[in-house]
């Protein structure tokens, strides 16, 4: 039977939506696991977070044309944002890689650019759901793996539009997904 009790919308947790950690720290396994003192990557756009968890499958067809068999194939497991706080050293590190990025923004920051590999992360994504139930989504290891042409005007704030691609943890899964009133 429908219930439009269950449709619901995502907004960010107050306080932040996206924290990052080091891959080999312990993860939250549940909504309510404080995470404030991770690294906080601040306000993203009202976009919000796209997840594309899509299996890429080889059909077998049979003559005449008939469907006969699907072979499971590559899967890729990414999550799309646009990171808004690029004043904040911590967003530019995950940009451009921590060793990258030095100084502050009271002492001056400089950023090499270069094509050196991008560093990987944990990942842990809160938002609110309809009527207090709360949605964590945890990562236990992903990194950047495109980044958006950016843009520079005075009708719109400067932003990294980034993708990051989840890679399987040890027990073979890319993210995890908890949800609680």
Request: proline share 4%; charged share 20%; net charge negative.
């Amino acid at each position: 039977m429908n219930n439009s009790a269950n449709v619901t919308a995502g907004k960010p947790a107050i306080g932040g939506a996206i924290y990052q950690m080091a891959v080999n720290e312990t993860l939250p396994t549940d909504t309510t696991t404080d995470v404030t003192s991770e690294t906080c990557l601040g306000y993203i756009s009202q976009d919000g977070i796209t997840n594309s968890n899509t299996p890429a499958n080889t059909n077998v067809k049979a003559w005449g044309g008939n469907t006969v068999l699907s072979i499971a194939g590559d899967k890729t497991d990414t999550f799309q944002f646009k990171l808004l706080e690029v004043l904040n050293v911590d967003v530019l590190k995950t940009v451009f890689g921590k060793d990258n990025v030095t100084g502050t923004l009271s002492s001056g920051i400089t950023i090499n650019v270069n094509s050196k590999d991008l560093d990987e992360y944990a990942y842990i994504i809160d938002m609110l759901l309809r009527d207090g139930v709360a949605k964590r989504v945890v990562i236990p290891n992903a990194k950047v793996i495109t980044i958006a042409p950016v843009k520079y005007s005075d009708t719109e704030p400067v932003g990294y539009d980034v993708t990051i691609e989840a890679y399987p943890d040890a027990d073979g899964n890319t993210h995890y997904e908890y949800i609680k009133k």
